[in-house]
């Protein structure tokens, strides 16, 4: 039988129920012969000989076991079968025809019954046995399906209603058994909402804004909390103009606080090891320990600056009592990013020598839906209803007032104390809430939106705790007449024009008032009264002198008040009660006694405050604020105005500051590292999820690292390049110091390259002008140099810093030229103080600081954009040549490379596709071939350079400086900026080659483009 009749006799009998086979007992004497009325069959081959196949086979089998009966009417029955022509209905060819009509002389009568007895067994199980997973009233015809079967078998035909009811039976077993829910007007209490959020955020903390900001923003999963990323509307421009002119509202909350707690000498004395005086004022610096200002620093493992960076820091003193002793005891509140949190903490814990911890968190018993179900039914018994007015009924409904310390996790420590100086660490993350307000009107959102609290010298009810620590500080004349004080100076902040006019960190204490009793009926902007100011000589002295000492005394210090401020709040549904029942809808409601006062601090940020252009931009104010009224203070600061932001406005709030953003803009921290990470990570599966003619090709365009930063490589090979040049500088001549051409590399003027296409592979290569046999003779000293390094084993992927030195980053600053952007003057160096670029002055630098990064801000001179992971290079004598005869000149193009990878990547692929289609590769050995084959194809991805990377400063036409990290049109400056890091020695090796009127001026070229396009650098202190 052909293949093609095979396949069409086996779809006609697929259904059809197996051969039935007898047993050997029951088979007759003669085992050949065979019976096709339904007697005995015997098999000597295996099954798959019964169906069709060679006629020659069959044959010989007709010849072995021959059929009894005469001759000639075989003959006679062969003949008609060839007349017929063999076109007959089921005849086969090569034979098989003969044989499926020959008849038995005789059968067994028991034999023929047990086969036929066989076969309708198989029938009736081949009936009854569903084949499909479709129901019973499923396979009816539609024209005889009703709705109701699914749920009501009467509706069944009889003969299907038992199949239906087991179908039914079985179901119900399956079938998972479901908890109770209740209705949607139970599920949406205030009780159920609490404890269904407090559930949902046992993975990822929320803030208490969530649910306003769910409702309104792109939420984000990052550093274990969820955050709104970016607002849903179209309001990037409205955001900036916020920022600009009005006020902006963050939710700060997620960033962790760590109370240090002990004698102040002893603080001191520690905290020394973990900065340095040589990026700034510390610890100890007589503003900050004052608790007048707040300060800010970066913090070292202990003992290893310049190296081993922790992370940036805030931090403030709690003011002094009024003794001067330095051994008493005071309290410092360290504020870090969370990415930053776990190791600042470790750190912390490991130089203060804290192991025990002093106590463990206790979370307060979140109920149960149980017990809430209990307590419902037995309230309900009583009589009382849930909704009515009377306040017992409302008692009997168990409310959760307090959401953060369900989010911790219990037997979990958080405070730690030292058994040899007795210092205690306290985690104080999620007790104290943070909002940033930013913006020029920020201090006229919060002077409308908070009032001061008066005075109170008497309890509204005995019974209740409300207030008690505010009584009890109205009783000393002393605290009352430094609240009043307080509240002068802060009504003072309306006759200012923007926050930057204080002095930067400046810390101010306040009790305020419930600000919901002074919610506006809808919502406006808060704009400055300068006419009621206009001559206040008290607001003169406190832009000059700023807020005293004694006003930043806070009683949020105190954690047993802002318990007893977090507890005692009183509710919106009783709030709204109070407010329904004035006389005239709408007006003041006046809460007396009962008002809630609460103990708040500011803090002024001082925004833009380094380069010489918008200063003071993006200044404001940062409140502290005890857990529990985040959308107390949240919606009054809306009503006023304010536009709220996420992450990204975040984001570019630190990018038109020019200011590094955390944890992006840190590469020598774990965090950074970290989040570096997982941006290649991201960025690479966005690249492989496109098909690869519908994605760049970045080895043709000379990118060896779209995706992320290779600091410590370029760190490694700018080393390697200064070792060469000092050993050419050592053995050459004076005569040799000339350049044999013009395009030489900037940064060695004593070596010249040049990277050439080369004519038979087409991949950029390194050339050495032939000007003499010194050249060549440098070029093999500055390979056995890298050679050299690298059989140390120096580690390409560690080892560098960021220089944050700010001695150092002045001079560089200087000899930068400083200037940030297109139009601005340029002074004279004589004004600048500058020094001369000589080597003595670089000497010391590139000795102690050889793997060092330098943070810098760019400004493009023409168009373009700069983007992610862009690169710094350093341009040419020809390009700056091409700049000076023609003034719209952009920048050079680099120069197309070959991608030698796309050939080896194909033939990977069709060695696989050849493996594949072959049987053979079910043998081990093949298999091992291929696991080889697939491993080396993982590793080669086309349009991305494998590891290792080949020299990264050499690898294009122009020498690599460094790489962007944050980069865009900028609204504030009117042209592409970018920031970034840079190398320290190419940077210096740069300024030393570079004429006077063009120092500073650097080339940018993106990852996905081949266009150069120049840029201003600059060093903002």
């Avoid at 708040?600 to 604020?625: C, F, H, M, N, T």
């Avoid at 001549?733 to 395009?743: F, L, N, Q, V």
């Avoid at 060092?852 to 290079?873: D, F, N, Q, T």
């Amino acid at each position: 039988m052909s293949n093609a009749r095979e396949k069409k006799r086996a779809k006609k009998m697929r259904n059809q129920p197996a051969s039935v086979t007898l047993s050997s007992d029951s088979r007759p004497c003669h085992s050949g012969t065979q019976h096709h009325n339904g007697g005995s069959r015997s098999f000597q081959t295996p099954k798959q000989d019964l169906h069709p196949g060679s006629s020659q086979e069959y044959q010989q089998q007709r010849h072995q076991y021959p059929s009894p009966g005469p001759s000639y009417r075989k003959e006679q029955y062969i003949s008609e079968g060839q007349n017929r022509g063999e076109r007959g209905r089921g005849s086969w060819r090569g034979g098989r025809q003969n044989f499926s009509q020959e008849m038995p002389k005789y059968l067994t009568a028991s034999t023929f019954a047990q086969a036929r007895a066989a076969e309708i067994n198989a029938m009736l199980k081949a009936v009854k046995q569903k084949s499909s997973n479709s129901l019973v009233f499923q396979t009816l015809p539609r024209h005889m399906r009703r709705r109701a079967m699914s749920h009501n078998i009467k509706r069944l035909p009889r003969r299907l209603r038992e199949i239906a009811r087991k179908e039914a039976e079985k179901a119900v077993h399956q079938k998972k058994e479901h908890s109770k829910s209740k209705c949607r007007k139970a599920r949406r209490r205030h009780i159920n909402l609490v404890m269904e959020f407090n559930r949902r955020q046992k993975k990822n903390i929320w803030l208490e804004t969530h649910v306003w900001h769910a409702k309104r923003f792109h939420m984000v999963k990052k550093w274990g909390y969820c955050l709104g990323d970016r607002p849903t509307t179209k309001c990037y421009r409205a955001c900036y103009r916020a920022m600009t002119k009005h006020c902006l509202l963050q939710d700060l909350s997620y960033y962790c606080c760590l109370e240090l707690y002990g004698k102040e000498e002893e603080l001191l004395k520690v905290l020394a090891q973990m900065c340095s005086i040589d990026t700034g004022p510390t610890f100890a610096a007589m503003p900050y320990l004052s608790g007048r200002f707040q300060g800010s620093l970066v913090l070292y493992r202990e003992n290893c600056y310049p190296e081993d960076m922790l992370g940036p820091i805030t931090f403030i003193w709690k003011p002094r009592d009024g003794s001067g002793v330095t051994s008493e005891m005071r309290q410092l509140w360290i504020w870090t990013h969370p990415s930053l949190k776990q190791n600042i903490l470790t750190e912390l814990k490991a130089v203060f020598q804290c192991s025990e911890p002093l106590e463990t968190c206790s979370p307060e018993p979140i109920v149960t839906l149980l017990q809430e179900e209990k307590q419902t039914d037995v309230a309900v018994s009583v009589g009382k209803k849930r909704k009515r007015e009377d306040n017992e009924g409302e008692k009997a409904v168990p409310v959760k007032k307090i959401i953060g310390d369900g989010t911790r996790i219990p037997l979990q420590s958080y405070c730690w104390t030292s058994q040899t100086t007795g210092i205690v660490i306290s985690d104080l993350t999620m007790e104290i809430l943070r909002y940033r307000l930013i913006g020029p009107l920020s201090h006229c959102v919060l002077t409308e939106a908070l009032k001061t609290a008066s005075v109170q010298t008497e309890m509204a009810n005995a019974d209740t705790k409300l207030n008690n620590w505010w009584v009890e500080s109205c009783k000393n004349s002393e605290q009352v007449s430094l609240h009043q004080h307080q509240e002068a100076i802060f009504e003072l902040l309306k006759g200012i024009d923007s926050p930057s006019e204080i002095p930067a960190g400046t810390v101010l204490g306040l009790t305020v008032g419930d600000p919901r009793v002074n919610l506006p009926k809808k919502r406006s902007k808060a704009m400055p009264n300068p006419e009621k100011y206009q001559d206040n000589e008290k607001v003169r002295q406190l832009l000059l002198e700023g807020v005293p000492v004694e006003c930043a005394h806070s009683f949020i210090w105190d954690q047993t008040i802002c318990k007893n401020v977090t507890e005692n709040k009183i509710s919106e549904q009783e709030l709204n009660r109070m407010k329904g029942e004035l006389l005239v809808p709408g007006s003041q409601l006046d809460l007396g006694p009962h008002e809630s006062r609460i103990p708040i601090l500011l803090v002024q940020q001082p925004g833009k405050v380094a380069g010489e252009d918008r200063p003071g931009w993006g200044s404001g104010w940062d409140i502290y604020l005890p857990k529990g009224w985040g959308m107390a203070f949240w919606i009054p600061f809306i009503y006023q105005g304010a536009r709220v932001g996420g992450l990204q406005e975040g984001l570019k709030h630190s990018e038109y500051k020019r200011t590094p953003h955390i944890p992006n803009d840190y590469p020598d921290c774990p965090a950074g590292i970290q989040f570096a990470r997982e941006l290649e990570n991201n960025l690479l599966e966005k690249f492989k999820r496109r098909p690869p003619a519908k994605r760049a090709n970045y080895v043709k365009l000379g990118t060896l690292a779209p995706f992320l930063c290779p600091w410590g490589q370029l760190s490694w090979d700018w080393e390697v390049r200064h070792k060469a040049h000092e050993e050419s500088t050592s053995t050459s001549s004076p005569d040799s110091k000339i350049c044999a051409t013009e395009r030489q590399v900037p940064c060695d003027p004593k070596l010249g390259l040049i990277m050439e296409d080369s004519p038979e592979t087409g991949i950029l290569e390194e050339k050495v002008e032939a000007t003499g046999s010194e050249e060549n003779i440098m070029m093999e000293k500055m390979t056995k140099t890298q050679n050299l390094c690298k059989e140390e084993g120096a580690a390409t992927n560690s080892g560098f810093f960021v220089l944050r030195s700010r001695k150092l980053l002045k001079q560089l600053s200087a000899w930068c030229l400083p200037t940030s952007g297109r139009g601005q003057r340029v002074r004279p160096a004589a004004k600048r103080g500058e020094k001369e670029i000589t080597e003595d002055a670089l000497l010391p630098i590139f000795k102690c600081y050889p793997r060092a990064l330098v943070w810098v801000s760019l400004s493009l001179l023409r168009k373009g954009s700069p983007e992610l992971h862009a690169m710094i290079c350093i341009p040419t004598q020809e390009d700056f040549l091409q700049l000076s005869k023609d003034q719209l000149f952009c920048g050079p193009q680099e120069p197309k490379h070959s991608d030698t990878f796309k050939h080896k990547i194909l033939k990977l692929k069709e060695r696989k596709k050849k493996k594949n289609s072959r049987k053979a590769l079910e043998s081990g050995a093949s298999d091992t071939l291929k696991e080889k084959a697939v491993e080396e194809h993982k590793e080669l991805i086309l349009g991305l350079w494998p590891d290792p990377l080949p020299d990264v400063t050499a690898h294009c036409s122009r020498i690599l400086l460094g790489f962007v990290t944050q980069g865009d049109f900028s609204l504030a400056a009117g042209c592409g900026e970018a920031l970034g890091f840079v190398n320290l020695t190419g940077l210096l090796h740069m300024l030393s080659s570079q004429p006077a009127d063009k120092k500073g001026l650097v080339l940018l070229r993106t990852p996905a483009s081949l266009q150069y396009r120049f840029a201003r650098l600059n060093i903002e202190v």
